[in-house]
């Protein structure tokens, strides 16, 4: 029977296309090691830890974590794992205090704010917790970094060039407080480029050649600093069950719509795009012609574009500091993301549906006009859901790309033509535009949004883990 926290890897191999990275390669690490991990660049040393967190899956071979496959087990096997890199995975626009809350929160740390107030005393964060994260030194970003990984007592804590930008003095407080966490039986696993590094704290040392396991035997560390005994860190926090689907996806939602309070970014950025878009449509509508399919195709082609960019953005940030692999290794559902994201998406381009709706119908419409109120925010509610269903989606494909943001319209544009249609169609109906004979009635067009929304919502929900998914 593996002891709780064995980690274990059987005959792992990974590609990345033609690139194999790592070749058959088999390694055990018992419950309390301090391992280090060594290899020329691009050996595969980060892939391996990824694969330990659950943030990529082999190509073929098991990774199990106390006995469990990591592509079996439920989310509740993540909360073993704490993960820091060079990246912070933090969010720049929050103050540390608000991006260590945020992740408590998703682990289901009992009481988040007496946590904080635990690490930030243990690692001297007391002067950078209520500072935006983006401002930071390295040395204490890294260590508000280290703080988050901490907040839920991981049994493993797997570490990519946690050095990386230290100067010397803050390394060697991370070893030494490394060292101290081995000390209480956690597992400690840490890529380095330096050998002097690997002496440092580390009891074993593997080198990765040629993917697979080239060196592999025990070191005796370096004689430690004295460090003053830290309870807060080897103290494991009381915990509850983590958040449900829906709760987690409301935390997501609220961190989105935080960020966005600070930044001002896809309210002001994509509301100004449909502004000018709007003005400018005014002064090219001939009188009397403000219902005709044209002028209601141009307001949603600037909504189209404004949820583009709004989205677009939202998942820029969560790519800025590889902050969505926080999100990833949280114990929660993943397609708990894909809500969150998608009810945030929703309401910001309601703040700014609000705005521009209105300006439309009184810059582009004739005091003639009848509108019909209920049709019109049918239409808009039904036609922003699945602009915003499918671009969320298709972000995290653009995210992962090396086209980035200019790959999502590529990608969203040809699945919502029948979205796009029905839309401008009702919406041209409801303000009161003509309805030829034999046309197709609004309570068909509105079950077309419907439908849409239906059918690409389900899709979307069902296959967004796997789209964010390192492959």
Known sequence: ??????????????????NHVLKGLDLTIPAGSFVALMGANGAGKTTLLRLAGGLAVPTSGTVTVAGVDMRKAGPGL???????????LLYADLTGRSNLRFHANLFG???????????????????????????????????????????????????????????????????????????????IILTVHEIARAYEGATRLIVIE?????????????????????QQLTTRPALIPPPNLWRAAGQVAAKDLRVEWRSRDMVGSAGLFSFIVLITTSFTTPPGGGTQGVTTGILWISLLFAVLLGVGRSMGRESADRAIEGLMLAPTARESVFLGKLLAGM????????????????????????????????????????LVIVSTLFSGVAAGSRLGDSLLPLLVMPLVIPLMIAAVETTRRALGGATA???????????????????????????????????
């Open 210 to 230: 040629n993917g697979k396991v080239g060196v592999d035997r025990a070191v005796v560390p370096n004689t430690p600093t004295e460090l003053a005994p830290l």
């Open 78 to 88: 993540r909360r073993m794992i704490g993960w820091v890199s060079h990246e912070s």
């Open 1 to 18: 029977m593996p002891v709780p926290s064995d980690l274990e890897f059987r005959q792992i191999s990974k590609s990345f296309g033609r």
């Open 437 to 471: 004979v034999g046309a197709v009635g609004v309570p068909q067009w509105i079950g077309l949004l419907g439908g849409f929304d239906l059918v690409v919502g389900v899709a979307a929900f069902a296959t967004f883990a796997f789209v964010m998914e390192e492959q």
């Open 347 to 386: 309401i910001m381009m309601s703040v700014i549906e609000l705005f521009v709706v209105p300006m439309f119908i009184v810059l582009v419409t004739t005091g003639q006009m009848t509108t019909n109120a209920l049709e019109l925010i049918g239409t808009v509610f039904l036609a922003t859901l699945g």
């Open 109 to 187: 740390v009992a009481d988040p704010d007496a946590r904080i107030a635990e690490l930030a005393e243990a690692l001297d964060l007391h002067k950078v917790l209520d500072r935006p994260a983006g401002v930071l030194s390295r040395g204490n970003r890294q260590r508000l970094t280290l703080a988050r990984a901490l907040l839920h007592g991981p049994d493993i804590l797997l570490l990519d060039e946690p050095f990386t930008g230290l100067d010397e003095a803050s390394a060697s407080r991370l070893i030494e407080i490394l060292r101290l966490l081995h000390g209480e039986g956690r597992t």
